[in-house]
């Protein structure tokens, strides 16, 4: 589905949270959790404090149904993320402080889906 909508996916691999928490890692500006199982899991503490959300999404993977109907679920969890990531580019980030910009992220996470992207 990604490479469908021109993603490189050459380099894409699951990781655990461990890859980054080590010396030398990539610090994170932004974490966001996006299975709906995760929401209530613990979250471990990422380096340099990055600004954490929830943004739940139903696993398209658990859909059962026809072939036709699977791929539609990728389709519009594809759909949902984009139109999240189109708002969250759209905030005026550096004019935000912390504390706003993590508002803002958890409210995209519940909202995002039932207004128009920007």
């Not at 959790?33 to 404090?49: L, M």
């Not at 959300?53 to 696993?59: K, L, R």
């Not at 969890?77 to 912390?98: G, N, Q, V």
């Amino acid at each position: 589905m990604l490479a469908e909508h021109a993603h490189d996916v050459s380099r894409l691999r699951s990781k655990g949270w461990n890859e980054f928490a080590g010396p030398g890692m990539p610090m994170m500006d932004f974490v966001f959790t996006v299975c709906d199982q995760a929401a209530g899991e613990f979250c471990p503490a990422w380096p340099g404090q990055p600004v954490t959300a929830h943004w739940g999404f139903a696993d398209p993977v658990e859909v059962e149904g026809t072939a036709d109907e699977r791929r539609a679920a990728f389709q519009a969890t594809h759909a949902a993320i984009t139109r999240r990531l189109r708002l969250l580019c759209s905030l005026p980030i550096d004019k935000l402080d912390t504390l706003s910009l993590q508002r803002e992220l958890t409210e995209l996470g519940r909202t995002a889906d039932r207004r128009p992207a920007r």
